[in-house]
C-alpha cells in the first residue's frame, strides 16, 4: 500500500482548516477558548510559559499550523518581550521536533526529494551554503514556520547546526509576531498600536534588505 506523503497532508489540512474555521470554531466559540487558555496559562505561572513552549514543540512534530498563533499567544499573554523569548524558544524547539520527524518518522518527505532530480539538486545547492541557507529561510517570514521546518529538514543540515542557527536567526521572527500579539490585546488607541507596530515594521524592512543580499550570496557560484 502506497504512503501518502505527509507534506501534502499538511497542505490540505491546512487548506481545510482555513476554509472551514468560521462553521468549526463559531466567533463565540473561538472567544470562550481563548478566555480558558489564557485563565489556565496564567494561572500555572512559570509553567504556563513551559506549556506554551512544549506546545510548539508538539506542533512542529505533528506538523500542525498553529506555530505563528502560540507566537501571538506568548504576545498577548506575557507582553511584547517576555513573548518574544518564548517564540524563539519554540520555534528552536519546533525545528528540533520538525527535524527528527521528517528524518526518522516520517520519511515519504525525504523519498520524494530522491525520486525528483531537480529538487535533489536544488538541496544539493543548498547544502553547499548551509548557514546562509537557514538564515535565508528564517528570514523570510512569509513563509509558514513549519514549511520552513521542513524544507531545512531536508537539506544535509545537522540537527546541531539547524538549531544554532535558527535560535540566532529565527529572532527577528519571534519579535515579530509577539508585538503584533501583544498589541491586539495591550493598544487602546492609535499611538499605542503604532508603538507596538513600530518594531515589527522595522524588523519587516531589515529582513527584506537582508533578504536581498543573502540572495545575491547564494547566487554566487564562490562557496
Given at each position: ?74 504576545g498577548a499573554l506575557y507582553g511584547p518581550w517576555v513573548g518574544t523569548a518564548l517564540a524563539l524558544a519554540g520555534l528552536v524547539l519546533s525545528t528540533a521536533t520538525s527535524t527528527l520527524a521528517v528524518r526518522h518518522v516520517f520519511t515519504g518527505m525525504q523519498q520524494t526529494i530522491e525520486k ?108
Open positions: 500500500m502506497k504512503r501518502i506523503n505527509p507534506i501534502y497532508l499538511l497542505i490540505a489540512f491546512t487548506a481545510l482548516l482555513i476554509l472551514l474555521r468560521d462553521w468549526l470554531l463559531p466567533a463565540e466559540t473561538t472567544a470562550a477558548i481563548a478566555a480558558s487558555v489564557e485563565s489556565a496559562l496564567i494561572a500555572l505561572g512559570p509553567f504556563g510559559h513551559v506549556g506554551i513552549v512544549a506546545a510548539f514543540g508538539v506542533t512542529g512534530f505533528f506538523f500542525l499550523p498553529f506555530v505563528i498563533p502560540l507566537c501571538l499567544l506568548g525528483r532530480p531537480k529538487l535533489k539538486r536544488m538541496i544539493a545547492s543548498a547544502d553547499r551554503h548551509l548557514n546562509l541557507v537557514i538564515v535565508t529561510v528564517r528570514f523570510a517570514i512569509i513563509v509558514p514556520p513549519l514549511f520552513q521546518h521542513v524544507a531545512l529538514a531536508l537539506t544535509g543540515a545537522s540537527l546541531t547546526r539547524l538549531v544554532l542557527v535558527t535560535s540566532v536567526a529565527s529572532i527577528p521572527a519571534a519579535a515579530i509576531f509577539s508585538f503584533l500579539g501583544a498589541g491586539l490585546v495591550e493598544a487602546d488607541n492609535v499611538t499605542d498600536l503604532t508603538l507596538y507596530l513600530a518594531i515589527p515594521v522595522a524588523l519587516m524592512l531589515a529582513l527584506t534588505l537582508a533578504l536581498s543580499w543573502f540572495r545575491s550570496r547564494l547566487g554566487d557560484p564562490a562557496d
